[in-house]
């Protein structure tokens, strides 16, 4: 089994900055596309960035400029780096996988469309 895991959310100051990350447990091979997604209160949630397994990126024209994805070397976390946040950047962050590979023992698995549990960030003085 495979899990998607954010963290690096909190209470930040209009201005501020945060790195979100989202790690991926276990025996992983290859993970295809990597989304950040945001949910705000009462909003529909909504994508924030992407980043392929060959390392090609987009954003939502609401991010760019503010908003770098990233990832390690392994490729199996992958980085939000937020900077001048305002006060509508408050949301929960997702993190979404298109596609995870994967060892479970000796068997390769395949996993598609996997969440993680989110991470809140909140932009307020």
């Known amino acids: 089994q495979v899990q998607l895991v954010e963290s690096g959310g909190g209470l930040v100051q209009p201005g501020g900055s945060l790195r979100l990350s989202c790690s991926a447990s276990?025996?992983?091979?290859?993970?295809?596309?990597v989304h950040w997604y945001r949910q705000a209160p009462g909003k529909q949630r909504e994508s924030v960035a992407v980043?392929?397994?060959?390392?090609?990126?987009s954003y939502a024209d609401s991010a760019k400029g503010r908003v770098t994805i990233s990832r390690d070397v392994a490729k199996t976390t992958v980085y939000l780096q937020m900077n001048n946040l305002k006060p509508e950047d408050t949301a929960v962050y997702y993190c979404?996988?298109?596609?995870?590979?994967?060892?479970?023992?000796?068997?390769?698995?395949?996993?598609?469309?996997?969440w993680g549990l989110g991470t809140p960030v909140t932009v307020s003085s």
């Open positions: 979404y996988a298109d596609e995870i590979k994967y060892y479970g023992g000796l068997i390769l698995h395949t996993t598609f469309a996997s």
């Open positions: 276990g025996s992983i091979v290859r993970i295809n596309n």
């Open positions: 980043i392929s397994w060959g390392g090609t990126t």
